[in-house]
């Protein structure tokens, strides 16, 4: 028996014949929290309305719960197909209360097992008892998650979110999409996000799909998007980082500008062939004691340490993570020693 929630099978659409997205397949399980993640115009908003009945498909096919809602000749109207969203504008009602904003899909439901959905919902996104208040008495964060108990409150099959965090500040939104992760867990609800900020998307979800021109270069867990990218431009997107040149030296290892590394397992690649390296942040440790020099050409003050960017001996800039009392002032010397166990290495192009 298929298990699979929402199935996305080598679905193409876009405008005026111009294709946004491309021979993309997607697929979630049951109550598994998915993320589309991309730089703006990769395609993956215009997928989203395609999932919710609001843009048409020139082909492939969308299946939810085993039932087909979509396809280039059929098309399921967007109020049948058992689907919520959450929209960038959280568009509460401002003349209902909380209780009556989270009702208002509830129309139909008996008065006692709306009452005892409300209060279950309130409860979950930490806002009971204030059932009676206006949205203007609420805080941006609270009247997001009003909106989210709206949109959860019929108990849909699918919920998509379209970028819902994006209005808020740094600091709120990678918080509530921790909370919202919480929530939605809680309630069993299979869900999909919208988002291009990085940190959002690895405190929502539990598999990304990294999206770029219309199509996705990588559907992973958070930990693999970061240490194991497939293309560069995953590498780039989910983290900073820089390329160095390098060279397989083993079959486990590579001649870098820092000496040899070794990985975890076996490199892809025959001795003596030119690779790209690459290296994040948290790869390069500043370590007085190393062998290894380089000079601090920029720093970042992050609080509890330094981003410092630090020029090698052949004029390679890498980032470098350093303990925030180790203050040192920019064209110093300072010493640097890699510490990675897994190498993330790309052919040269």
């Given at each position: 028996m298929d298990t699979t929630a929402l199935k996305i099978i080598g679905v193409t659409l876009g405008y005026d014949g111009a294709p946004v997205v491309n021979n993309l397949s997607l697929a979630l399980g049951p109550k598994e929290l998915g993320c589309?993640?991309?730089?703006?115009?990769c395609g993956k908003s215009t997928l989203l309305r395609a999932i919710a009945g609001f843009q048409p498909l020139t082909s492939g096919e969308i299946w939810l719960d085993n039932q087909l809602l979509g396809s280039a000749h059929h098309s399921m109207p967007p109020e049948s197909r058992g689907v919520g969203m959450v929209f960038q504008d959280v568009a509460l009602f401002p003349h209902l209360t909380v209780s009556q904003n989270i009702s208002f899909g509830l129309m139909r439901w008996a008065e006692v097992s709306r009452v005892k959905r409300i209060d279950e919902l309130l409860a979950l996104i930490g806002l009971s008892g204030l059932g009676n208040r206006y949205p203007h008495e609420l805080s941006g964060g609270q009247q997001q998650r009003v909106a989210l108990a709206r949109a959860m409150a019929p108990k849909p099959n699918l919920l998509l979110l379209d970028e819902p965090f994006s209005g808020l500040d740094t600091e709120l939104r990678g918080r509530l999409a921790s909370e919202v992760r919480t929530i939605l867990k809680a309630d069993g609800i299979c869900s999909l996000l919208v988002t291009h900020d990085q940190r959002e998307a690895f405190d929502f979800a539990d598999r990304?799909?990294?999206?770029?021109?219309g199509e996705i270069f990588q559907f992973d867990t958070p930990f693999n998007l970061y240490h194991e990218p497939t293309t560069p431009f995953v590498a780039h997107f989910v983290g900073p980082g820089e390329m160095v040149d390098a060279t397989i030296y083993g079959a486990r290892s590579v001649s870098s500008p820092l000496g040899i590394l070794t990985n975890d397992q076996d490199l892809p690649f025959p001795q003596g062939t030119?690779?790209?390296?690459?290296?994040?942040?948290d790869d390069l440790i500043h370590d007085d004691a190393s062998d290894y020099h380089a000079t601090l050409v920029r720093k970042h003050f992050r609080g509890a340490h330094h981003l410092y960017e630090v020029q090698l001996n052949n004029g390679v800039v890498l980032g470098c993570?350093?303990?925030s009392h180790h203050n040192h002032e920019i064209g110093e010397e300072i010493g640097v020693r890699l510490d990675v166990e897994h190498l993330v290495v790309f052919p040269t192009i």
């Open positions: 589309l993640l991309g730089p703006s115009g990304i799909a990294v999206m770029h021109e030119p690779v790209r390296l690459f290296l994040r942040p993570f350093a303990p």
